[in-house]
């Protein structure tokens, strides 16, 4: 009926702001109703604080050691920010190189598929023979874990560009240079900004590895040091304030993502925006 | 004729070395500037490998390609291409898309940053001229496949391209859209006049569009006739119900056949 319309189209509106909301309070929601159910179980079954220690412990222990969790926050953050940056640039470098040449695919490939294959944790006592133990070995671990999936997706980004693209391009003289410039590079960006949230969380695994094995500052050196000192809740707190750094740092790249990229998820967030057909 | 600007002159193209396919034997044509020819064929008869020749971004196994008097060894700037599919780039915005080539060929490259209004307003009228006014700051996939075809043709005029190379440009629209899409490239046509090439399987489009209409045999092709088309322009698409224009498409069709019978008994 044409007089029930307005009011229909209103009510639609409504729901869908409801939804909206929703959405953006259901990650909270969820984190929240975890520990809830970490802490009543903790209760319930009278676990004990050094096996699985309850979040209002875990809580007190962050107040308690605030300082040394934000210094050594810090450290792990510089660490893992400077390796993830040289990842960044070795890696758009060697992918645009790997994506727009056959020859240099060819060539490095099953180095590059044999080299990720090493476990990094082998690799950072040679880095600390190398390099000494700390800073360094932190910093290089967290760069040879993340730079991989970058690599292969700026490569595949740009090595499928369509043909009939290429063909315009170079029937009207276009360098291979142009071509990656205008088309091959743009065209790799969403699979860059996917390699980008894979790459930071793998980034601070690297760091912390680094940092257990050898190292005397940083989150997983705090860890460490707690583990032996049988200090299960500031163990835990060391846990979560590397999630909340992984959280923020993956918030980062989704928000660079969402500014440079909106074409390529069209039309997901505002079903507005797919008209044509 | 005079001096052709498309001379094409007994080209063999094989792919993947001597024991490869061989895609083109013994194609000769000429194509006179200002002039619009159609190529038609059974499909996989080396049409698109005929483009790409032209263009210059292959080059022939034997025999001569010759633009504008001078043998092609290299990509052409002077032509202008467009595809079946007309990828566009989904980041740039129609107006953006239709300037891209602009960014690429000399002179205009080197002067788009000093008279960047001036190119703009031409790539704005050519969008009008094929009625895309006001789509201009749309992204191509905002736009329906007809429309964005028609950001296509102007992506491959903007440069004004004394040869425009088409490769079944319309060949994934619907009947109705083509149809519309024949009269603006019609119109596009007899407004700048460039050399046109057109490659297509669709022989009402060939005889509505062209001066000439060369059909190619099976693989590997040759350009085995020819048929001129004495209609004057601009032609209006009743024309297509006639029965003289329907006689013409009759008869290529007819050729075609013969063509690929000879092929089939050639095999065996």
């Known amino acids: ?277 | 004729m005079a001096t052709p600007f498309v001379r094409i002159d007994g080209v063999a193209m094989r792919y993947g070395g001597v024991e490869g396919t061989l895609a083109l034997r013994g194609t000769s044509l000429d194509v006179a500037e200002g002039e619009f020819i159609a190529v038609v064929g059974p499909s996989g008869c080396g049409k698109s490998t005929l483009m790409r020749l032209v263009t210059g971004l292959w080059p022939s196994t034997e025999g001569t390609v010759i633009v504008d008097g001078r043998e092609v060894s290299g990509p052409l700037s002077i032509a202008g291409m467009a595809f079946q599919n007309p990828t566009l780039l989904p980041w740039r915005t129609i107006l953006a898309n239709v300037m891209l080539p602009l960014e690429v060929v000399q002179p205009h490259r080197g002067r788009l940053r000093g008279e960047r209004a001036a190119y703009e307003a031409k790539a704005r009228d050519l969008l009008k001229l094929v009625g895309l006014a006001g789509f201009e700051g749309k992204y191509p996939w905002q736009l329906s496949g007809g429309m964005q075809q028609r950001a296509s043709l102007c992506r491959a005029l903007v440069h004004d391209p004394r040869l425009l190379m088409l490769d079944e440009p319309f060949g994934a629209l619907d009947v109705f859209t083509r149809e519309d899409l024949w009269d603006v490239l019609q119109e596009v046509w007899l407004a700048r006049k460039p050399t046109v090439i057109l490659v297509t399987h669709d022989l009402k489009e060939a005889v509505y569009l062209a001066d000439r209409v060369l059909i190619m045999s099976a693989r590997p092709g040759r350009i085995i006739a020819e048929r001129a088309v004495p209609y004057p322009r601009p032609r209006r698409l009743d024309l297509t119900y006639e029965a003289e224009f329907q006689a013409i498409v009759h008869e290529l069709r007819d050729r075609i056949s013969d063509a690929r019978r000879a092929e089939a008994s050639d095999a065996r």
Request: charged share 15%; proline share 6%.
């Open chain 1, 1 to 277: 009926m044409p007089a029930d319309r307005p009011r229909s189209a209103e009510a639609l509106a409504e729901a869908a702001r409801r939804r909206r909301r929703l959405e953006h309070a259901l990650p909270w929601l969820v984190i929240a109703g975890m520990f809830l159910v970490w802490e009543v179980a903790c209760r319930a079954f009278a676990i004990q604080p050094f096996i699985l220690p309850a979040p209002s412990l875990i809580a007190e222990s962050m107040v308690k050691w605030w300082q040394p969790l934000l210094s050594n926050a810090w450290a792990t953050l510089l660490t893992t920010g400077i390796g993830f940056l040289m990842a960044i640039v070795f890696g758009l470098a060697l992918g645009v190189a790997i994506g727009s040449s056959v020859l240099v695919y060819r060539g490095l490939y099953p180095l590059l598929i044999a080299f990720n294959s090493v476990p990094k944790v082998a690799v950072v006592p040679i880095l600390v023979i190398w390099f000494g133990a700390g800073f360094w070995p932190a910093v290089l671990t967290a760069f040879l874990i993340s730079f991989f999936p970058i690599v292969v997706n700026v490569a595949t980004g740009i090595a499928t560009v369509e043909p009939e693209l290429r063909d315009v391009l170079r029937a009207l003289g276009a360098r291979p240079s142009d071509i990656i410039a205008k088309v091959g590079l743009p065209r790799a960006m969403p699979y860059f900004f996917a390699s980008l949230k894979v790459a930071i969380t793998v980034a601070f695994v690297g760091s912390i590895i680094s940092e257990t094995v050898a190292a005397n500052e940083g989150i997983g050196h705090l860890m460490l040091v707690a583990s032996s000192r049988f200090d299960v809740p500031l163990v835990f707190a060391g846990l979560i304030v590397t999630g909340v750094m992984g959280v923020l740092m993956y918030w980062v790249a989704v928000t660079i993502e969402e500014r440079t990229t909106g074409w390529a998820t069209r039309g997901q967030n505002d079903p507005r925006l797919a008209t044509g057909g």
